[in-house]
C-alpha cells in the first residue's frame, strides 16, 4: 500500500468490480492509496465495531437474536453494515454499498497490521472478525451463500445418490437437518474431519472413515473454520512483513496504538482529582460502587487487608474514580495500619505497590483501571481472594444472601440470578443497578466499572462535573490517549476532525 | 500364573538387570522412528524420566538407538514417559530463542483409568481392580476402538494396560500425529458420553436422534450389561424398594426386564426420560476418559514397556484379538521375568539358541544375546505383538519413504 496526503482516484468501473460481492474472506489486499486520515478513520472505526463484537459475545448469547439487532444497529452506526444486495443507489446521507465495502477491505487490512505481533492480538483479532464473519454469512440470502462457496473455491465433495441411500438412515439419525426427505433432495458433502471440528465435537453430523457428511445448510461451520484457518495463517505472513511497514514513521505510531486501544473510556485520565474525599468512601461504596467494589470495600474494612489482585482490582478503580496518588496511600496505610500491618511494614512493602498502580515506580506504566472484561475473564479469584466478579465468580447462594443484605427486592434477586444462570454477568450488574437507583432502565451499556460510578452519580443527579466530562463511548471521532496527563483538558475526548488529521504525530505523543 | 512376588524395594536392584538384558530397545526405536520419514523425529522428542527417591527429569532426547540405551542403563529410570516431537532437540531446548521451542506433533492419546468409574462400581474403589470390574476396560476398548477405526478412519492403534489400574491408547497414524489442539480435543468431545462431577446424579442424557456413534456403543454396552452390571456389580440387588416386586425373581437378567417393562408401562405417551434404560447402561458401562490427556500435543503419558514402581507390572501392549482373555494378573512382572533370566536353560532352549546364533553371526553377540534373552521370559509374546504392531505400521511408512525419493528423483 502506498500512502499519500492526497485523495485517491478511482474509476467507479473497477470499484464496482472489486466490490460486487457482499462477502469475501479478504484474501486479496487493497491495491490502492488512500490519505493518512482514510487509514486512520477506517482503522478505528473498525475496531470499535469489534470491540462492540466482543461485548455483545460477553452479553448475549451469539448470533442469537438480540445479539444480531444489537450488532447490526453498531455497524450501521460505524457505517459497516451494507445490505447484501450490489445497491450503488446514492442514499440519503452517508456512504455507498460501495464505499462501506471498500471501507470494509480496507480496515481489514489496516488492523491486520496492528494485531499480527503477538499471540494474544492475533487470538482476540481472530475471534472477532470470526464473529463477525458469521453474523454476515448468516445474513446472506441462500442463493449467496452457495455463489460464496463456489467463489472461494471449498469444492467439497458431494456424495451420490448411491452413497446416500447407503447411508441414509444413519444420515438421518445425526443430523437435525436431514430427515427421510431432505437427504434425497439436498446435497449432501463429504468433509475430511478436521476441517469440521465444532460439528464433529458436538457430535451433529454423521462420521465414517475420518469424512464427515455434512447437508448443504450445516456447511456455514466449514466455512467459517476455512475463514478462520485462512486469516490465521495471513496473520502470521503479516508478521513476518511488519518490519519494513513498522520502517514508516507515519504508520507505526497508530499501529501501535491500535493495539492498544481499549476503544471507549478507559478513565486512565483522571478527571476530578481530590474532588473525593476519603471520608466519602464508606457511603460511595454503598450508593455508587458496582457490586464487585463495593464487596471489596467492604472485605478491606473487615478485614484491614486485601491480597493483590483485590488490591490492584480495587486501588485502580479508586484512581479511575478521582483519587490522588497521596489519598490512595493515605487510604491504604490506615486501613493495613487497622490490622496485622505496622506503618513501618506499610511504606516498606506495600506504598510502592500503591505509587506503582500510579504509574511512579518500575517501568512507570500507568495502569489503566480494569474493565468488566477483564475482571470476568482473567485472574479469576480462589480461597481467601475477595476480587472478581461476584456474578462472575460467586455462588448462586452465596450472591443471593449478599444481595439480600445489601435490600435488593426479591424479585429483582430472582431477575439477577436468572441473568447469572444464562451467563449475562454484566446485564446482571445492569439489573443491580436498576435495583438499587430505583430505575426502570439502566440507558447504558455497563463494561466498566468506573463507568458504574460516574452512571451512578450521574442518576443521583450529583457530580456536575463528572457530568461535563462523561462522552458516549460510541462517537466515531473519539479517540482515547493511553497515557496519564497532568492536564487532563490537552487530552480531553472531544476531538475535532482537524486536529487529528493534522498533527498525527504530536497527537499520539503519549502512546 | 505366578506374578513372583514383587517388592518395590528390590526395584533399585533388577532395574539395571531389566534395562540392560530385557527392554525391547530397538523395537521401541523402531516405532519412535517411524521408518526415518520424517527428519530428526526420534532426535527431537522428549522423553521424561522418574528417578529413585522421586527425581524427575524432563527435556530428555537422544540421537540414536544407542544414545537412548546408554542413557537409560545409566539412570536406570523407575517411570518412562514419552512426550511430544520438538521443534529442536528438547535436551537443548534452552538453548533455543524463547517463543520458538515449540511441540509440534505427538500421536494422539487416550487414557481410561479405574478410578473414574468408583461411583459405579461396588467391587472396588481407588487404586483397586479385580475381575469384576476389568470388564469396564474391555468395555472400552472395544467402545473406542470401533470409533476410532470406523468413525476416524484411523488404523495404527496400540493399547497398552497402564501397569495398574487402566489402559492407554496410541493412535500412530501420521494424520493422528499432526492433529492440532483443537482437534484432539473435539475427537474426545466427540468419544465422551458420561458427563458430570460428584454432584451430578445423572450423568448420561439421550436425546433423539440417536447419533450412530451411540448406537454402535449401546451395541457393545448391551452385550456386556447383564453379566457385568446384573451379575458382577450386583446392580439391582442395591435398591431395596423393588426387593418387594422381585420376591419371586432371583435371575437379574428378568428383574432388569421386569424393571424396563413396568417403567415403559409408567412413562406410557410422555416423551420425557424415553432412554432411561439406554440412559442407565451407558453410565454404567461407557468408557470415561481424560479430556485433558488427549489435548495437549505436549502431553507426556506412560511409556510401553515401563514398568509400574508400585505393582512391578510392566506396561505391555494388548493383543486385541485375546481381548476377552486379557488378565491384567497374569501381566509379567519386571521380577518374575528376571526370575525367568535366571532360569537354567532347557535342552531345548539350547538347541534353539545354537540355530539362532548361526544365523546372526554377522550381529553383534551382546545384541544377539539381548534379543534371544526376552524370548525366554514372559514378555515374549507382547514384544511379539509388539513387532506385528511395527510390521503394519512400517508398509506405510515404505510408501512414504518412496514418495519421497521420486520427488527428489532419487535413483
Excluded at chain 1, 467507479?12 to 490519505?35: D, K, V
Excluded at chain 2, 453379566?227 to 424398594?241: F, G, I, N
Aim: net charge neutral; hydrophobic share 35%; with cysteine.
Amino acid at each position: 500500500m502506498q500512502f499519500s496526503s492526497r485523495r485517491k482516484k478511482f474509476t467507479t468501473n473497477s470499484q464496482a468490480e472489486l466490490y460486487g460481492e457482499p462477502l469475501q474472506f479478504y484474501g486479496q489486499p487493497p491495491l490502492e492509496n488512500i490519505s493518512l486520515t482514510e487509514f486512520e478513520t477506517f482503522a478505528v472505526e473498525r475496531l470499535k465495531l469489534l470491540k462492540t463484537i466482543e461485548n455483545l459475545g460477553v452479553s448475549y448469547v451469539k448470533m442469537s437474536e438480540s445479539y444480531t439487532k444489537k450488532l447490526g444497529t453498531e455497524s450501521k452506526a460505524l457505517n459497516f453494515l451494507y445490505r447484501p444486495e450490489a445497491d450503488d443507489r446514492k442514499p440519503q446521507n452517508g456512504p455507498t454499498e460501495q464505499e462501506k465495502r471498500r471501507k470494509d477491505h480496507i480496515s481489514h487490512f489496516i488492523l491486520r497490521l496492528a494485531y499480527c505481533q503477538t499471540e494474544d492480538l492475533r487470538r482476540w483479532f481472530i475471534q472477532q472478525e470470526v464473529d463477525l464473519f458469521r453474523y454476515r454469512f448468516n445474513d446472506l440470502h441462500p442463493k449467496q451463500k452457495l455463489e460464496f462457496l463456489h467463489r472461494n473455491n471449498l469444492q467439497y465433495d458431494r456424495i451420490t445418490v448411491e452413497e446416500k441411500k447407503a447411508l441414509n438412515d444413519k444420515l438421518v439419525n445425526s443430523s437435525y437437518a436431514l430427515s427421510g426427505i431432505t437427504v434425497v433432495e439436498q446435497d449432501v458433502y463429504k468433509v475430511p474431519f478436521q476441517d469440521a471440528l465444532d460439528l464433529v465435537r458436538t457430535r451433529k453430523v454423521y462420521l465414517k472413515a475420518g469424512y464427515v457428511y455434512i447437508p448443504h445448510q450445516d456447511i456455514v461451520t466449514i466455512v467459517i473454520n476455512d475463514f478462520r484457518t485462512r486469516l490465521s495463517k495471513a496473520l502470521a505472513l503479516t508478521a513476518r512483513s511488519l518490519p519494513a511497514v513498522h520502517s514508516d514513521e507515519r504508520l507505526q505510531p497508530l499501529l501501535n496504538h491500535l493495539s492498544h486501544a481499549y476503544v471507549g473510556q478507559d478513565y486512565s485520565i483522571q478527571k476530578n482529582v481530590g474532588k473525593i474525599s476519603l471520608e466519602q468512601i464508606d457511603s460511595l461504596s454503598g450508593k455508587s460502587f458496582p457490586l464487585c467494589m463495593r464487596q471489596i470495600h467492604q472485605s478491606l474494612r473487615e478485614n484491614h487487608h486485601l491480597r493483590h489482585g483485590g488490591r490492584m482490582q480495587y486501588g485502580l478503580f479508586l484512581k479511575g474514580i478521582g483519587l490522588s496518588l497521596e489519598q490512595a496511600l493515605q487510604f491504604w496505610r490506615s486501613e493495613f495500619i487497622k490490622g496485622k500491618v505496622d506503618a513501618d511494614k506499610f511504606d516498606k512493602a506495600y506504598a510502592y505497590s500503591v505509587r506503582h498502580m500510579f504509574g511512579k515506580e518500575g517501568k512507570r506504566t500507568d495502569y489503566t483501571p480494569y474493565s468488566c472484561m477483564k475482571v470476568i475473564l482473567s485472574n479469576a479469584p480462589s480461597q481467601g481472594d475477595h476480587h472478581g466478579c461476584p456474578f462472575r465468580h460467586s455462588d448462586p447462594e452465596l450472591l443471593k444472601q449478599k444481595l439480600q443484605v445489601y435490600k435488593v427486592s426479591p424479585s429483582g434477586i430472582s431477575q439477577i440470578l436468572e441473568l447469572v444462570k444464562g451467563m449475562h454477568y454484566q446485564l446482571a450488574c445492569q439489573k443491580y443497578f436498576e435495583q438499587t437507583h430505583n430505575v426502570e432502565d439502566a440507558s447504558f451499556s455497563l463494561n466498566h466499572p468506573n463507568q458504574y460510578f460516574i452512571e451512578s452519580q450521574k442518576a443521583l443527579g450529583g457530580g456536575k462535573e463528572i457530568k461535563r466530562e462523561t462522552e458516549a463511548p460510541q462517537k466515531p471521532q473519539e479517540i482515547p490517549t493511553g497515557g496519564p496527563s497532568a492536564a487532563p483538558e490537552a487530552a480531553a475526548n472531544t476531538q475535532d476532525e482537524a486536529e487529528m488529521t493534522e498533527d498525527l504525530d504530536s497527537f499520539f505523543q503519549d502512546a | 500364573m505366578p506374578s513372583s512376588d514383587y517388592d518395590s524395594a528390590c526395584l533399585p536392584d533388577i532395574l539395571p538387570l531389566y534395562y540392560r538384558r530385557l527392554f525391547p530397545f530397538s523395537q521401541y526405536y523402531r516405532w519412535l522412528n517411524y521408518g526415518g520419514v520424517q527428519k530428526n523425529y526420534f532426535q527431537n522428542r522428549e522423553f521424561s524420566f522418574t528417578l529413585k527417591d522421586d527425581i524427575y527429569v524432563r527435556y530428555q532426547s537422544f540421537t540414536t538407538q544407542n544414545e537412548l540405551e546408554k542413557e537409560m542403563q545409566k539412570m536406570n529410570p523407575y517411570k518412562i514417559d514419552i512426550g511430544a516431537i520438538y521443534s529442536h532437540r528438547p535436551n537443548q531446548h534452552n538453548t533455543v530463542k524463547s517463543g520458538t521451542f515449540q511441540a509440534l506433533e505427538k500421536e494422539l492419546v487416550f487414557d481410561i483409568d479405574m478410578t473414574d468409574y468408583d461411583d459405579v462400581r461396588s467391587c472396588c474403589s481407588a487404586a483397586d481392580i479385580c475381575p469384576k470390574c476389568w470388564t469396564l476396560m474391555t468395555i472400552a476398548i472395544h467402545i473406542l476402538d470401533r470409533a476410532l477405526r470406523d468413525d476416524f478412519g484411523f488404523q495404527h492403534l496400540l493399547w497398552v494396560y497402564s501397569g495398574r489400574r487402566g489402559v492407554h491408547c496410541w493412535v500412530c497414524d501420521e494424520a493422528a500425529r499432526k492433529l492440532s489442539v483443537a482437534a484432539r480435543s473435539a475427537v474426545a468431545e466427540y468419544l465422551s458420553l458420561v458427563k458430570g462431577s460428584d454432584e451430578t446424579v445423572k450423568k448420561v442424557v439421550l436425546t433423539d436422534p440417536i447419533h450412530p456413534f451411540i448406537r454402535e456403543s449401546l451395541v457393545v454396552v448391551e452385550r456386556y450389561f447383564p453379566r457385568y452390571a446384573l451379575q458382577d456389580q450386583d446392580l439391582l440387588h442395591v435398591r431395596k424398594e423393588l426387593q418387594q416386586e422381585f420376591q419371586n425373581e432371583k435371575k437379574p437378567e428378568i428383574r432388569w426386564k421386569l424393571l424396563k417393562d413396568e417403567a415403559k408401562r409408567k412413562q406410557g405417551t410422555s416423551k420425557k426420560n424415553q432412554h432411561f434404560e439406554k440412559e442407565i447402561m451407558l453410565q454404567y458401562c461407557y468408557p470415561r476418559l481424560d479430556v485433558n490427556v488427549s489435548k495437549g500435543v505436549n502431553h507426556l503419558l506412560k511409556s510401553p514397556f515401563s514398568v509400574h514402581p508400585k505393582t512391578g507390572r510392566i506396561s505391555v501392549p494388548i493383543d486385541l484379538k485375546e481381548l476377552e482373555t486379557f488378565d491384567p494378573f497374569a501381566v509379567p512382572t519386571i521380577s518374575l521375568i528376571c526370575e525367568e533370566l535366571d532360569r537354567p536353560r532347557t535342552v531345548e532352549e539350547d538347541e534353539k539358541s545354537k540355530e539362532t546364533k548361526d544365523k546372526e553371526n554377522e550381529k553383534d553377540t551382546a545384541e544377539s544375546r539381548k534379543i534371544r534373552d526376552y524370548k525366554r521370559t514372559s514378555l515374549a509374546k507382547y514384544v511379539k505383538y509388539f513387532d506385528q504392531f511395527l510390521d503394519g505400521m512400517a508398509r506405510s511408512w515404505k510408501g512414504e519413504l518412496l514418495k519421497k525419493s521420486d520427488l527428489q528423483k532419487d535413483f
